[in-house]
């Protein structure tokens, strides 16, 4: 079972579902023997099948590929997709071991159990069950290169701010402390009472947000207190800098602007009254420069698209399957705003031009941050184990997207990120109190797929 499909064997036969109206994709007698095991991927839609012949049967759902056999020494018991997409691993008599790109990996666990029981995947690493000692075993896949790691915090981080111009790493902790890394030197300026979500800034201040209710400001470049305000009346999950004001978003339902970096108020969105949702909770947001559009992620399965006309704001409820808009980026040269939601992961892209809502594939992965690549088109996503890189271009009258992944499932959940432009290098912090440096010649580049993405709901 997987999110988009229902696989079932009786002997030699396969027949695969769509979960969303039950359709039959596939139903076809295969002659590998009784099945053993069944692995379906959603995104490029597989389906791999091992039965009692030394082979694997990869099958597309999409008719986009031919049938392919993999010939598979000592044979396999099960099966399970990489959080990467297109890696396979197979748990047989001869051993733990990974396909991919047409080829068995170097990396294998050639006494990884006694006898290969069930074997699950996801961005944590592989389990794989030993059928003689009823014992579960845990491994460490993929191999996204690190090219450094600080210790910052004991403390699990929520928000990443690059100042490149400077050289130094700022990063907001759960405890109410924000680091500074500059050079190999970790600095903590103590402050807020609750976990830091949020931080944004110019050459000459920082701000930041937390669930304290309070916002922030600090001198740069020696991190002097210079305001600090009880800004909203619950927490404050997201800021941003636009037009020269700060932004605010909160879980009271307001999005706010405020006067930088005097920390003066500036105006109050109510986005409760302006759309009838008297328990509205807000979390990302992206504002137009002309201060006259906005696209408003909630914790209540929904997007809010404002428009200003005449003076006044004008609210559209935009239905997610996330339960919180968690992340927003526009690329502007493409007139296009990426939506991460999270509970579960979910991706989304919306159109300025023609505000449509369009489904991004996830590959499954339970991502936490997203990001700039650096270039006009592009996004990182990072998450549990997993770095993925999303293009996006126009085509015909909607969207494509190229797709690649790398996993490296040790590295935990990278919780917050930022991209440094001047030094092409993503700064990722994660759920052990770590901040990876990770270069963008180690970004996943080569797309594993490109898919056309299905619009949600049309303007």
Known sequence: LSRSYLAASAGPRVGVFRTSDASRVLDERLDVGEVRDLALLDAPPKLAVAGREPEIRLLSLDGAQPEQTIPVQRGAHSLAWSSDGPSLLVAGEGGLSVWRDRAFLPEHFANAVRRCGMLRVDGGGALLLDGDAHRLASFDMGTLPVAASYKVSAQESWAVHVDAARDTVVVGATNGTLYTLQGDRVSAHPLHADGVTALAGDESYLASASDDRTLAIWRLPDMTLQWRSRSHDFLINQIGLVAGQLWSSSADG???????????????????????????????????????????????????????????????????????????????????????????????????????????????????????????????????????????????????????????????????????????????????????????????????????LPAVNGP
Request: net charge negative.
């Open 254 to 452: 307001t999005l706010k602007s405020w006067r930088w970096p005097a920390l003066e108020e500036d105006q109050s969105l109510d986005l409760r009254a302006l759309t009838g949702v008297k328990d509205l909770q807000l979390h990302a947001f992206w504002v137009d420069s002309s201060l006259s559009r906005a696209l408003v992620g909630t914790w209540n399965a929904r997007l809010i698209a404002l428009d200003r006309r005449d003076g006044k704001w004008v609210a559209k409820s935009l239905p997610i399957a996330s339960l919180g808009a968690y992340h927003v980026l526009e690329l502007p040269s493409l007139h296009l705003v990426v939506v991460e939601g999270v509970q579960p992961t979910r991706l989304y892209a919306y159109d300025l031009d023609t505000k449509t809502l369009y489904e991004v594939p996830d590959l499954g992965n339970a991502y936490s941050a997203l990001t700039s690549d650096g270039s006009d088109n592009g996004v990182l996503l990072a998450g549990l184990g997993v770095l993925a890189s999303y293009r996006f271009e126009r085509s015909g009258g909607g969207w494509r997207a190229h797709i690649a992944a790398r996993a490296r499932s040790e590295l935990g959940t990278m919780s917050a990120a930022d991209f440094d432009p001047l030094h092409h290098r993503l700064w990722a912090a994660n759920s052990y109190g770590n901040l990876l440096a990770i270069d963008a010649a180690a970004f996943p580049r080569e797309p594993s797929f490109t898919v056309a």
